[in-house]
């Protein structure tokens, strides 16, 4: 199966995707987290893109798209992927589906998560992952079962991004509405876009995505 996950900064695509991992043994291909492992590890990419990062702006397409064109090349891509923060404009969504189409593979549905502006601040500013595995939580809304205890691997190291603060939200959000909004149309002409419910509980936005992964299944 392949699948984008879309939506605004907050809307829960890193969540929904670490559960579509743990469910149907996809490979989760985020593009915030490649770039912040370049960034964490002072390669050249890294050292290229911290600033725009840090300042909420969207890295240029051509970077982006090298890095994912690498990626799905990759053995461990063949059996299915969800792409997570990719593509987020026009451009990445033409020099996606050329690669597909290259590699003779089809998107399985386009999945936007939408949300209310006025909770993603709130979900940002109080989300925190394990430093060990990155699975994602939340100060209110997604605590570990045991505090202090990923879920996952059991690390008791967490850690907050740095792009996650007021400031920077509102450059991404703006990054959103004005660079990524424009890629709905585009995936609705192809209709393979979906759209579940952001607002709902986490447990729920799960249970949407995979009414629509059962359907496009068949
Ligand atoms: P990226 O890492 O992709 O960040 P983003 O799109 O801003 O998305 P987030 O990771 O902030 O949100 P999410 O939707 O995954 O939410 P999450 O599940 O964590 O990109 C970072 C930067 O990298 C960009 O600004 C840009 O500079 C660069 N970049 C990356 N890709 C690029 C590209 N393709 N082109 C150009 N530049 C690129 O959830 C958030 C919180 O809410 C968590 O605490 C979670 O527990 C909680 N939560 C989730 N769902 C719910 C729910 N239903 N109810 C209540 N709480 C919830």
Same mark, same amino acid.
């Given at each position: 199966?392949?699948?984008?996950? &879309?939506?605004?900064?907050?809307?829960?695509?890193?969540?929904?995707?670490?559960?579509?991992?743990?469910?149907?043994?996809? &490979?989760?291909l985020?593009?915030?987290?490649?770039?912040?492992?370049?960034v !964490?590890?002072g390669?050249?990419? +890294?050292?290229q893109v911290q600033?725009?990062?840090? $300042? +909420?702006?969207?890295? /240029?397409?051509?970077?982006?798209?090298?890095?994912?064109?690498?990626?799905?090349?990759?053995?461990?891509? $063949?059996?299915?992927?969800?792409?997570?923060?990719?593509?987020?404009?026009? /451009?990445?969504?033409?020099?996606?589906?050329?690669?597909?189409?290259?590699?003779?593979? *089809? &998107?399985?549905? =386009?999945?936007?998560?939408?949300?209310?502006?006025?909770? &993603?601040?709130?979900?940002?500013?109080?989300?925190f992952?394990c !430093?060990?595995?990155?699975?994602?939580?939340?100060?209110?809304?997604?605590?570990?079962?045991?505090?202090? =205890?990923?879920?996952?691997c059991?690390?008791?190291?967490?850690?907050?991004?740095?792009?996650?603060?007021?400031?920077? =939200?509102k450059?991404?959000?703006?990054?959103?509405? !004005?660079?990524t909004?424009?890629?709905? /149309?585009?995936y609705?002409a192809?209709?393979?876009?979906?759209?579940?419910?952001?607002?709902?509980?986490?447990?729920?936005? *799960?249970?949407?995505?995979e009414?629509?992964?059962n359907?496009? !299944?068949?």
């Amino acid at each position: 199966m392949r699948l984008i996950l &879309l939506g605004p900064p907050g809307a829960g695509k890193g969540t929904q995707a670490q559960h579509l991992v743990a469910k149907y043994g996809l &490979l989760q291909l985020s593009t915030g987290d490649m770039l912040r492992a370049a960034v !964490k590890a002072g390669t050249p990419l +890294g050292q290229q893109v911290q600033d725009i990062m840090a $300042r +909420g702006a969207l890295v /240029p397409d051509d970077i982006v798209v090298e890095i994912v064109g690498q990626r799905i090349e990759q053995p461990d891509a $063949r059996k299915g992927f969800i792409l997570d923060g990719f593509p987020r404009t026009v /451009p990445q969504a033409e020099a996606l589906d050329q690669m597909l189409g290259e590699n003779k593979i *089809t &998107l399985d549905a =386009v999945i936007e998560i939408t949300v209310d502006e006025t909770a &993603l601040v709130d979900r940002i500013s109080g989300r925190f992952s394990c !430093k060990s595995c990155g699975a994602s939580y939340h100060d209110r809304h997604n605590q570990p079962k045991q505090e202090g =205890v990923c879920d996952v691997c059991g690390s008791h190291d967490f850690v907050r991004r740095p792009d996650d603060n007021a400031e920077t =939200v509102k450059a991404r959000l703006d990054a959103y509405r !004005k660079q990524t909004t424009p890629i709905l /149309p585009y995936y609705k002409a192809k209709r393979v876009l979906r759209s579940v419910d952001g607002m709902a509980p986490i447990d729920t936005v *799960t249970q949407q995505i995979e009414t629509i992964l059962n359907k496009v !299944k068949g």
